[in-house]
């Protein structure tokens, strides 16, 4: 499991130095700590989606992601 999710916090942080690169991340960022936050957010919507009744639909796990990743350019 730790190795997997190692994994996955080096694709965010790919996603976030890319954002970043494309001048789409607000220069006041840590990327690290961006990295950790976008994960978590990921990880716990994973867990929503997954669960035997889904808390939250697909349309609003890509909203909340997408609401996160709007306000990380601000």
């Known amino acids: ?17 890319e ?19 976008l994960h978590a957010l990921i990880d716990g919507l994973a867990l929503h989606g997954l669960s035997d009744r889904p808390l939250d639909s697909p349309a609003a796990i890509r909203a909340a992601i997408s609401t996160h990743l709007k306000d990380l350019a601000r």
């Open 1 to 17: 499991a730790r190795a997997c999710s190692a994994v996955q916090r080096h694709r965010v942080r790919q996603v976030l130095l």
């Open 19 to 37: 954002l970043a690169t494309a001048n789409l991340l607000s220069a006041d960022r840590d990327l690290e700590v961006e990295a950790v936050r």
